[in-house]
């Protein structure tokens, strides 16, 4: 259940951000004001486009076999763990210019009253943030064995949306305790981790159909001290991959994993920002 609100809180905050950022803009000039019925259309867009996508995943998975339902659900878990991994690496190089980015497009749009334009810059911004929220929450579900819990996953999900509003309203605010550039920093961790979390479940997967050898099994047995059943135990096991009785191949899988993001981290850090990128980005100021 914390893994569905965090990823709703994160993603909606993201979404909020720009859409937030285009009325601002739209609403400083009578002439964008005629553009926020377009803004609006642009964000119900964006949320059908996924909505389509969140049922096309379930049809999909309804009709696979036993074995193809545990193919889909390891490569739903690796598709969740690429685009968390993509969209850090992305904030962390383009994330300063995001309001000058949505700004530049949205006026280039106006200046030639391209109206549809706005809204397609919209539903793209807020569909791609749906559709990264649709493979994460489906990923993580599938993942954690939290499928027959729909109740509880859905007023997981309003309550982190609920709380997305609230944190957004404090982070415009502002201040010198609650700024975006902490809030992306701390949450770009967690983000980090819940991918290494997504792996280390499709390797628990790919292993259970001999599709990835072990090596060694277990190469420690660390139960004694922290369970996955319950408490810190689980909630690591959740957020970061922990395994109280991992294989070796699991062991490397998961140091391979942050040797290679911190290593693109680091390369996207040093290279030069360009204004050209997906709009649907915070702002890492």
Known sequence: MEQVAFIVWRESVEALLVVGILYSWLRSSP???????WLWGGVGAGLLLAVALALALLGMASWLSDTGQEWFQALMALAACG????????????????????????????????????????????????SETVVFLYGTVLSSQQGGQTLPMVLAGIGGFVVALLTFWLLQLGGRIITWRRFFKLTEILLLLLAGALLVSATDRLISLDVLPVLVDPIWDSSWLLDTAGGLGKILADFAGYRAYPALSQLLI????????????????????????????????
């Open 31 to 37: 002439e964008g004001r005629r553009g926020l019925p």
């Open 83 to 130: 685009l968390v991994v993509q969209m850090v690496v992305w904030m962390r190089h383009h994330g300063r210019g995001l309001r000058r980015e949505l700004e530049g497009g949205a006026s280039a749009q106006i200046g030639g009253d391209h109206w549809w334009g706005l809204l397609t810059l919209v539903m793209i911004a807020v569909a791609r943030e749906g």
């Open 254 to 285: 998961w140091l391979g994993y942050w040797g290679v993001v911190l290593y693109l981290l680091r390369r996207a850090s040093a290279q030069p920002r360009s204004l050209s990128g997906r709009a649907g980005t915070p702002a890492a100021t």
